[in-house]
């Protein structure tokens, strides 16, 4: 009896809830670490990277105006979906990092106790980063976080499955929508990880991952005046001055983190408070 | 007819000096920028010369501020710093009037609202923050967090000691030290501020003022041993000074523009939105960032409102800004009063109904009559443009839906005012405002202990409360 | 209602809402609400105007003018109500130029001495009545009282709300209250107190305010003076707010009396700016404004010489009466 053939994927961009190929056409061979060819991944282009943006923007204000237990019940759900793939994320981090089936299965495991922390915290966030606020007056002043609005992620380029939850989550736990650039030679977990997306409860174009050259896509999504931040994580060291300079023609927020952010470390609430406004109500109290 | 007499503060009071010179580690030293003369805009007269900083001057701050970072205040119990700060505002308090009166010479804000306003607010955040400086491990950003190191701050003419106050006191209850740059055309009580600071008896170098211009500003925030750089000022130089500073690694905090929506919807109580109305856009003669400078209001109402707005406005007191009754003050400065002639004149060539107050005007100084522009679309400039003066301008809306698009229609961010007796449609017209600060039946109220900043383009960090000490921690 | 057949002719709009009992309801309640806060904060600010030399002078002088020059005391006796109006006709004794009052205000059993000294001088003899200071009783009683006072010679009545009705939302009651009071006063102004130290809010100050108005009432009148609180400034400022939109309603000139609790020239000096800055300028005239008070008008007097003597003025200066 000869071996099974297995049914090869096709790796593709992940938009406003759907898989399309680039507009462009292009696609780019993904190898692992030893150069052995694994897939081809889709190239994403500046139309996809406007495309994707336009369905963050549409998908924000549901997104954002949910009730934060229906977020949390959300991204809880996308938890259980990443648990039932495990052993593929193990097989494709394993490919993707080099790294053994031990070492693959801790970053797996990691990965996704990351997300359901980030998923605890939607209904938390508003408690912690709030305030009612003293002031001297016959006024009642409060102060709440809100989302900042569509957040550009460069995703870490090494860890691909860590790292890459560990940026999108904080993002759209908070309520924003996310634009995500893949790492650009570990792109496979981050079209996996859309799929699970798909078939959780998250609404389409909450996440949008565009797999491809960083810094071929970055710069549009830096300079987009619809786009609200931009996370610098993964940026190419070379484009991450220029990334910042094109985020201040619309005063992004940036967040800079070093790509050398150490993933498996216990994460707190900077990220966060990174795409967070703080917005400050006041009302005269009287009768 | 009932004239009130002038009734002047006397300016005496301001102990107004021919010479002032920049603060340096702990002395007032002459600079080697050419010295700027600073002008009174009620009179134009020249109050005094001021030296200014030179790119070596910078520079010497810049290691006067590190030394006293590494050397004192870095390393120094919060417990300790925190005396120093409430020195500070009891000295502010202290000499409250003195501010007061300088604050209205050399900027031209009515000196109702200096006395009452900016210099009680300025030690009010002094002493807010100064109780911080001992217990920032319980402002929710970690257990020990620290300072960022030495802060280079760059502030506004339009509350010269008020925004020096918002910068300096959350910088120095975080540990970090100060270099900070007061506008061009008001450094005088920044430099009070410093006599002040030199009573308190900080360590030199903890606080480095260096009044100058735009290049003294780009100098202290381009230094490559500034680790902090707070800005408030134009969206313009906002944008120029994040560009700058891309790459440098330096923890960034920018307050810009706006040009927030005041919304008043049909059961507004309409005599307190009128009040609501006139203090959001002529306080401190429009100068105000989070200015209520568009009012949106429903066309049920409208007539009425505007009717009652502009009695109301007519009754406003425009002139010498030391009189004890001047509700509006004189503009800052030539240049600005040009650019409110600018744009005032682009509203009527684009089809805007204009109705200005019939008050007097003094003969000399820098005045402008407040103005109110009606039947003003979106598209035009003074729908969209800061117009950072007394000028308003009028668009109606039919639906709430319809409210919310237009005040958010617009890349700024900063404030929004929303005015209506249901309490159901405050918290969610509220929630929707894009805006950092919305004030509900109320304007323009400020205090240490609410956060205040903006969304999108009106900058990001915050300034006041928990919140803003995130600016001034490495967190 | 009852009276409407006697109420005072309304522009279309206003007559209206007077037409019966719901529609007065939906009228008052679609009026404006007042933010508490942000008229407090207004009175506050208005209150901060510096007034000096001649403008003080003059607002002395005006506020002497616009005093309702009060004794309502159970011991009052035709004695003290004669030097009263003596006062009131020469407030100081060593200044002749000093104006005189607007008006002396006592109960109506001592109308007739008023009216008696007051012959010819042109002050106005005002009269509280409709069982003052409570208006705890029958409307026959009510109209009674006002009639004897009427025809003792007043020609100003002061008469007290049913803030028991009003409170309770019977609004038409209140309002044909004063139509017929006002009916019953014939030639005589009225002056309606609305006793807003017992109305616990601005809202229900303005909507007694503009029931009073659409009833007929010429002024519209603070407080007894036997509540406390009594006039204050924010209140005040919701009553002038009242009679400023009514004249852009109906063109009609209608009158504010603070009373009670005003005993300093200071405070009579915000009261005047801020009837210049809320109402407007043509509200400064005692026909239009008067301030209930006994002791106020002895301070202005020593303000007044200390502002003509260069030097502070003392008690021991000025008459007690």
Redesign the interface.
């Known amino acids: 009896m000869s071996e099974r053939i297995s049914v090869a994927k096709t790796y593709k961009l992940y938009i406003g809830g759907a898989f399309p190929r680039s507009e462009s056409g292009r696609s780019y061979p993904v190898t692992d670490t030893k150069g052995a060819f694994l897939a081809n991944a889709a190239q994403g282009s500046r139309k996809d990277a406007r495309d994707a943006v336009a369905a963050a923007r549409k998908a924000f204000p549901g997104w954002s105006g949910a009730t934060a237990y229906n977020r949390g019940q959300v991204l809880y759900r996308v938890a259980e979906v990443l648990e039932g793939r495990r052993e593929q994320f193990v097989a494709e981090v394993g490919a993707a990092e080099g790294v053994a089936v031990k070492k693959a299965q801790a970053l797996v495991d990691a990965a996704i106790d990351r997300w359901v922390w980030y998923a605890g915290w939607t209904d938390k966030i508003a408690t912690v980063l709030g305030a009612s606020n003293p002031v001297a007056g016959p006024y009642f002043s409060f102060s709440v976080p809100e989302p900042t609005g569509v957040v550009a992620v460069l995703a870490p380029q090494q860890s691909s499955l860590l790292g890459l939850i560990s940026v999108v989550a904080p993002v759209v736990a908070a309520g924003n929508t996310a634009v995500v650039v893949a790492s650009q030679d570990r792109p496979l977990p981050a079209v996996t990880l859309s799929e699970v997306l798909a078939t959780s409860d998250l609404p389409g174009g909450v996440v949008n991952v565009l797999t491809g050259r960083t810094a071929e896509i970055a710069p549009w999504l830096a300079s987009h005046a619809d786009v609200n931040a931009l996370d610098l994580t993964g940026a190419p060291e070379a484009l991450r001055a220029d990334l910042e300079q094109s985020a201040a023609g619309t005063v992004k927020r940036v967040l800079r983190t070093r790509p050398s952010e150490d993933f498996t470390r216990e994460p707190d609430l900077s990220r966060i408070r990174a795409f967070v406004e703080s917005k400050t109500v006041w009302h005269p109290i009287g009768v | 007819m009932w004239e009130y007499a002038p009734a002047p503060e006397s300016r005496d009071i301001a102990n107004l000096k021919p010479n002032y010179r920049m603060f340096v580690d702990g002395q007032f030293v002459e600079g080697g920028g050419e010295p700027l003369k600073t002008v009174n805009p009620g009179t134009e007269e020249v109050l005094a010369e001021v030296s200014t900083a030179s790119t070596a001057d910078v520079d010497k701050a810049v290691k006067a501020a590190r030394r006293a970072y590494d050397r004192v205040w870095g390393r120094m119990p919060g417990a300790e710093r925190a005396k120093y700060i409430f020195r500070i505002a009891r000295l502010i308090q202290e000499r409250a009037r003195e501010l007061a009166v300088l604050e209205s010479l050399d900027n031209g804000k009515p000196i109702k609202e200096s006395r009452d306003v900016d210099v009680p607010t300025a030690a009010a955040h002094f002493f807010y923050h100064a109780g911080w400086a001992d217990k920032l491990a319980y402002a929710g950003l970690g257990p020990d967090p620290r300072p960022l190191g030495v802060a280079g701050q760059v502030i506004p003419w339009n509350f010269p000691l008020l925004m020096a106050a918002w910068k300096i006191a959350p910088a120095l209850a975080c540990g970090n030290t100060v270099v900070l740059k007061p506008a061009e055309t008001t450094p005088l009580t920044a430099l009070v501020l410093a006599e002040i600071i030199q009573q308190a008896d900080l360590p030199p170098g903890v606080v480095n003022i260096l009044p100058g211009a735009g290049d003294v500003g780009a100098a202290v925030v381009n230094h490559p041993d500034v680790n902090k750089v707070a800005f408030t000022g134009s969206t313009e130089v906002g944008k120029i000074i994040q560009r700058q500073l891309a790459g440098a690694n330096k923890k960034i905090t920018l307050e810009l523009g706006g040009k927030a929506a005041n919304i008043v919807f049909d059961d507004a109580p309409l005599d307190q939105a009128v009040e609501g109305i006139v203090n959001g856009i002529f306080f401190n003669q429009g100068h105000v960032c989070c200015a209520g400078s568009r009012l949106l209001v429903q066309e049920s109402v409208a007539d009425e409102l505007l009717e009652k707005l502009r009695v109301r406005v007519s009754t406003l007191r425009v002139g010498d800004p030391l009189d004890k009754n001047t509700d509006i003050g004189a503009i800052n400065s030539r240049e600005q009063l040009a650019k409110i002639h600018e744009l005032t004149a682009s509203g009527e060539a684009e089809g805007a109904e204009r109705w200005t107050s019939a008050c007097p005007l003094p003969d000399k100084g820098f005045y402008f009559a407040p103005t109110v522009f009606s039947n003003v679309s979106q598209a035009m400039r003074i729908a969209r443009e800061e117009i950072f003066g007394p000028v308003l301008s009028v668009l109606t809306f039919r639906t709430p839906d319809e409210a919310v698009a237009k005040a958010n229609n617009t890349p700024y961010g900063l404030s929004a005012g929303i005015w209506t007796e249901k309490g159901s449609r405050i918290l969610w017209a509220a929630q929707k405002m894009r805006a950092g600060v919305v004030w509900a039946n109320t304007f323009n109220r400020f205090d240490p202990t609410a956060p205040f900043g903006g969304y999108q383009e009106s900058g990001f960090g915050r300034e006041g409360g928990r919140t803003g000490l995130e600016a001034y921690l490495d967190v | 209602m009852a009276a409407t057949s006697t109420a005072p002719s309304l522009p279309p709009a206003l007559a209206d809402a007077v037409r019966d009992d719901a529609s007065l309801r939906r009228f008052l309640h679609g009026l404006?609400?007042?933010?508490?806060?942000?008229?407090?904060?207004?009175a506050a600010g208005l209150g901060?105007?510096?007034?000096?030399?001649?403008?003080?002078l003059?607002?002395i002088d005006?506020a002497i003018s616009m005093v309702d020059l009060t004794t309502l005391e159970g011991a009052d006796t035709p004695g003290k109500v004669r030097s009263l109006a003596a006062k009131a006709r020469r407030p100081d004794p060593e200044r002749p130029e000093v104006p005189k009052v607007a008006a002396v205000c006592v109960y109506p059993d001592m109308v007739a001495t008023a009216v008696q000294e007051l012959q010819g001088t042109g002050i106005n003899v005002a009269s509280v009545a409709t069982a003052f200071p409570s208006g705890r009783s029958s409307l026959k009683v009510k109209l009674e009282d006002t009639a004897f006072a009427v025809d003792a010679g007043a020609t100003e009545i002061d008469m007290v709300i049913d803030r028991g009705a009003f409170l309770s939302g019977r609004y038409g009651q209140v309002f044909d209250e004063i139509v017929q009071v006002k009916h019953a006063c014939g030639d005589a102004h009225l002056k309606v107190i609305l006793e807003t130290g017992e109305l616990?809010?601005y809202d229900n100050v303005r909507r007694a305010s503009w029931l009073a108005l659409l009833a007929g009432g010429d002024f519209i009148k603070t407080s007894t003076g036997k509540v406390t609180p009594a006039a204050t400034l924010p209140v005040t400022h919701v009553m002038l707010?009242a009679v400023r939109d009514w004249r852009?309603q109906t063109g009609q000139l209608r009158g504010v009396k603070p009373a009670g609790g005003i005993r300093a020239t200071k405070d009579a000096i915000k009261y005047?700016v801020a009837v210049?800055?809320v109402a407007?300028?043509e509200w400064?005239t005692p026909d239009l404004f008067r301030f209930g008070a006994s002791t106020l008008l002895n301070d202005l007097l020593m303000q007044r010489r200390t502002q003509l003597e260069g030097h502070y003025s003392g008690p021991d200066y000025v008459t007690v009466d």
């Open positions: 404006p609400g007042v933010d508490q806060v942000g008229v407090e904060q207004r901060t105007r510096s007034i000096k030399k001649a403008a003080k003059w607002a005006t616990a809010t707010q852009t005047l210049h800055e407007g300028p400064l």
